[in-house]
């Protein structure tokens, strides 16, 4: 499956410019993570980013690698998407777009945006206006009954 803004991989002097844009410091340790993460589009959970940090002997603490999440997500430059209350993952693609999600191996696949339209949409509260629609198609596996 196509990613629906594909982005070209970031170099190290980019990165640190994002940040920066941002109000983050380029720190060592921040500048791996989003190295990880904002390279190419991914979705990678908060582990998944830890264990990737750690490769190659670097003691990082998971502190440092979850507080690096929490600023790059509120920054925006990465998002971060809630699946359920004890698991999120980080997505490296800004724009709005649309998920399947594999309950099965938790793996999240990106829907283009034009692929969902909306014939009905609700009424929004009183004095709030939509920040972003985005939809999660959770799948699993169709299971083959010895009958079919
Ligand atoms: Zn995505």
Redesign the pocket.
């Known amino acids: 499956m196509s ?2 803004y594909p982005q070209h991989p970031l170099s190290r002097d980019a990165l640190a410019r994002e940040l920066k844009g941002h109000g983050l410091k380029p720190t060592e340790q921040r500048l791996r993570v989003a190295e990880i993460l904002m390279s190419s ?1 991914t ?1 990678m959970t908060a582990e998944q980013i830890l264990a990737a940090v750690r490769q190659g002997g670097r003691r990082v603490s998971k502190a440092t690698v979850y507080n690096t999440l929490k600023a790059l997500a509120e920054s925006r430059l990465v ?1 971060q ?1 809630h699946l359920d209350p004890e698991r999120s993952v980080y ?1 490296s ?1 800004r724009a709005p ?1 649309h ?1 399947f999600h594999d309950i099965d191996t938790g793996e ?3 829907i283009h945006p034009d692929d969902i339209s909306f014939s009905r949409f609700p009424q929004l509260p009183e004095g709030m206006e939509a920040e972003a629609v985005e939809v999660v198609i959770r799948i699993k596996r169709k299971r083959v009954t010895a009958s079919e």
């Open positions: 990613t629906p589009p979705h998002r998407i997505d693609t777009h998920h999240l696949c990106d």
